[in-house]
């Protein structure tokens, strides 16, 4: 049986990459920095993967024949307050976790990183402090597979929803809406604008694309990880709406001047064999759901 070491599996996207290579038959070493996975069909871990001892120790150990790195640091307002902390976790961890691999070197490895990274021109620099410290992810992970000859590929997703634990604008809508309709919470909630265009991915579906990236994609490549398809902020709230009970007020915030981004190419992780296949109706419903459930 192979083994899978998934950093990050105690998150959003991890709980469900857990499950989806249980599914396949798998060995899975879930990896998380301070909460052990409640699965009980997988091998749970702490390991602070800012500590590069814990990291060669770990790695040494379980010797894996493939890696998924979901770990690290998300939110957008944060990485202002706190840009040091996202360096070490989204840039520092993964160069050690790609030092300790090097005892495997036929280990296949995705590295996820975000639809929010820059290429550094004079025109062009990093909207905030996250986008810099994935950007920074990105290249040196490809930089440093290339130097090592690692089998490294990294994942680009969009914005991921769903059922579970998100802090994404679409898991931010699904909570809020549940607690006006338990009656916790009135507030109003806050949109930056009703136009704003982004391209929406049910997380199971990137975690199948993650799946065929680590067994059929070349290393060396990015994958962009999307639904090729835009959607504004004000057509994701009335989709949601229509699924309520009780409905949610919305402020919105008004926009001087925008311009819609392009549609993302997935063309290239098309060709592994990949098909999105949820729509943005299950996606939102089962949001729902997991938060009615939450209690």
Known sequence: MKTILITGASGFTGQHACRHFVQKGLQVAAISRSQRSSESSVQSWICDLTKHEQVKELVAQLKPDYVMHLAGRNAVAESWREPIAYMENNMMSTFYLLDALRCVPECRIVVVGSMLTYVPTDSQKPPHPYSMSKSFQTWGALDWAHLFEQKVMIASPSNLIGPGPSNGICGLLARASVQVEAGINGAP???????????????????????????????????????????????IAHMLQQLLV?????????????????????????????????????SLRDALTYFRQQG
């Open 246 to 282: 009780k409905k949610l007020t919305i402020e919105a915030g008004q926009i001087s001047s925008y311009k819609p981004p392009a549609r993302i190419d997935i063309t290239q992780t098309l060709r592994l064999g990949w098909n999105p296949n949820r729509s943005l109706e299950e």
């Open 189 to 235: 909630f806050k949109l930056s604008s009703l136009v704003e265009e982004r391209d929406y991915l049910d997380v199971r579906d990137a975690v199948a694309a993650y799946d065929l990236i680590l067994e059929h994609g070349v290393p060396g490549c990015v994958y962009p990880v999307a639904s090729g398809i835009n959607l504004s902020l004000g057509q």
